[in-house]
């Protein structure tokens, strides 16, 4: 499956972005999606995983209380609404998706083309 992200961009800290991850063939029923980072000079940090339909949801520590990941079955997307964001949330944000397992950090059978996110102080 082909994974597009989009949705990133600058924002001030405290704001909010919504990224979405889409296939542009097939579907991606059944898959375990999740997003991943990357910021400069890190390793690659999971984010937020969600099962197939959709009700187990998963988040790094980091994140909980401010990221949602959510999953319209219809559209075949995968979003992820990220609010009071701090600029340690700056990174390279990838989709990634997998049949077998839940998505890791460094363990999905399929990736996106990340989209940056850059929160300024």
């Known amino acids: 499956v082909q994974l597009q992200a989009s949705g990133g961009g600058l924002v001030q800290a405290g704001g909010s972005l919504r990224l979405s991850c889409a296939t542009s063939?097939?579907?991606?029923?059944?898959?375990?999606m999740g997003w991943i980072r990357q910021a400069p000079g890190k390793e690659r940090e999971f984010v937020a995983g969600?099962?197939?339909?959709?009700?187990?949801?998963n988040y790094a520590d980091s994140v909980k209380g401010r990221f949602a990941i959510s999953r319209d079955n219809v559209k075949n997307t995968v979003d992820l609404q990220m609010n009071s964001l701090k600029p340690e949330d700056t990174a390279i944000y990838y989709c990634?998706?997998?049949?077998?397992?839940?998505?890791?950090?460094?363990?999905?059978?399929?990736w996106g083309r990340g989209t940056l996110v850059t929160v300024s102080s």
């Open positions: 990634a998706a997998d049949r077998r397992a839940p998505v890791t950090s460094t363990g999905a059978a399929f």
């Open positions: 063939e097939g579907t991606l029923s059944y898959y375990y």
């Open positions: 969600i099962s197939w339909p959709g009700r187990n949801k």
